[in-house]
């Protein structure tokens, strides 16, 4: 007969049982819904266990423990694995108020070297182990927290990898602003000469682009306004824009997150295109950008019309958040902005709002 590999939820269901066993398999759900991979540690150390690995993209996000036999007492258990996600007070303070209780500080066993200083959501803590926060026997009100600890490291693993790839493509010479003519005309079919007279630029506006890259829509838009600013999470790709926006001496550009970027002015017209689909949380981006534009105000925003969940570039597979046209009217219907134009082209649709 054929043996069969048993999965976490078999082990579930063989050895938990009542709330238990709903809370782990619904974590579990949870985590398969959101492409987290599960490796079981059949390592010299845990190969009489129940111990899985949690991956997403390669990269650790935590660890499960289902009926230790060296802890009697803890049906299943759950590490989180360290990431810098876990410092931002920008939470909520439920969940926050959990994390508080589950905190994995050092118990003086040797294996953590007596633990280190970590800011935890905003506040500081000493002798926390490596995994920052343990969970034994999670019950309801922990599966909140749980999924949060998940949620950020995925954001924090998918935001580097995109800083990785945009920094790869200017190492491979790849400069939207150089291609030849009829890239440049395939790129139009996202934001060409339209996208951009819905602007409606002139001298004594104020421009933010989010999501500038190498300065391919920017040589475009900054010759037409007072003063155009750029913002991109690439390093990389931001050197490159200051070389081709050169020639300008209205341009600013920030190398950062828009999300939590801290900006000391307002602007006249906001524009994003191709951007979108690297940003999760569509409905904090759109209203941090109505907060951003002065009254009568202009938002020009493209998004992609493709669904996939992740852009294969052969060498590497980046993980997107697709955009939906419906879900963008309403997240504009939340703020104080007034969806003016919707329109489509052959590859995006296209929204006009103003403040």
Known sequence: MKNTIMQIEDYINKFLTDEAKTIALDFVSFLRENDIEFYKDNGTCWKSKIYYHLKFNGEFVGFIAVKDPDEPENLWTVWSDNCKAFESGNIDDKVKETAYKHIDFCGKCGSCGGGRKKIIFGKEFNKVRG?????????????????????????????????????????EG?????????????????????????????NTKSVLEIGVGTGRLATRTAPCCKCFCGIDISAKTIERAKENLSRYGNVILICDDFLTYG?????????????????????N?????????????????????????????????I?????????????????????TQ???TENAYIFIAKK
Not at 184 to 190: I, L, P, S
Not at 195 to 200: A, G, Q, S, V, W
């Open 263 to 283: 900006f000391h002015t307002k602007f006249d017209i906001i524009y994003s295109s191709l951007t979108f689909l690297h940003i999760k949380e569509k409905q």
């Open 319 to 339: 993980p997107v958040y697709p955009d939906n046209p419906e879900n963008i009217k309403e997240c504009i219907k939340n703020t104080d902005l007034c969806l």
């Open 131 to 171: 995994c920052t926060f343990r969970t034994d026997n999670p019950n309801k009100e922990d599966l909140p927290f749980l999924k949060k600890t998940i949620e950020l490291h995925k954001e924090y693993i998918v935001s580097n990898d995109v800083i990785r790839h945009y920094n790869s493509l200017i190492d």
């Open 285 to 317: 981006a759109i209203s941090k950008t109505a907060s951003l534009l002065n009254p009568n105000g202009i938002f020009v925003l493209s998004i992609d019309k493709n669904q996939d969940k992740f852009i294969d570039f052969g060498t590497r597979k």
């Open 174 to 202: 790849n400069d939207p602003v150089h291609d030849l003519k009829p890239l440049q005309d395939y790129m139009d079919k996202w934001d060409g000469k339209d996208f951009i007279d819905r602007m409606e630029l002139d």
């Open 342 to 344: 919707q329109y489509e």
